[in-house]
Nanobody, 127 residues
Framework: QVQLVESGGGSVEAGGSVVLSCAASGHTGGGYCLGWFRQAPGKDREGVAA???????SYVKSVKGRFTISQDSAKNTLYLQMNNLKPEDAGVYYC?????????????????????RGQGTQVRVSS
């Protein structure tokens, strides 16, 4: 069982920066995919970024060049550096994880529907 705990959300003005962290535990080895998705009130879930065990990353178009996903494997921690934030970036950000199955891990999973996710952390962006 994988546990994920996010931290670092808060309120920021448009153009500002926020760093989200996610402490992961329970992974016992093998391939994996870690990622972030967000959900704003009245909107569908939106994938943000993902990273696999080799450090390969992917981003949705709306955040490319502004957000950076990274991981510290020694600390079992995932990060999301968010720069030049826009009001449309506001929402609850969830850390999520997917483990390999039969030696295969798809990163990110389809529609960013990870098997495991944290409780979420709120990000507010004022214009």
């Amino acid at each position: 069982q994988v546990q994920l705990v996010e931290s670092g959300g808060g309120s920021v003005e448009a153009g500002g920066s926020v760093v989200l962290s996610c402490a992961a535990s329970g992974h016992t080895g093998g391939g994996y995919c870690l990622g972030w998705f967000r959900q704003a009130p009245g909107k569908d879930r939106e994938g943000v970024a993902a990273i696999d065990q080799d450090g390969d990353t992917s981003y949705v178009k709306s955040v490319k060049g502004r957000f950076t996903i990274s991981q510290d494997s020694a600390k079992n921690t995932l990060y999301l550096q968010m720069n030049n934030l826009k009001p449309e970036d506001a929402g609850v950000y969830y850390c999520a994880a997917e483990l390999e199955t039969a030696g295969v891990v798809i990163c990110p999973p389809s529609h960013y529907e990870f098997k495991y996710r944290g409780q979420g952390t709120q990000v507010r962006v004022s214009s």
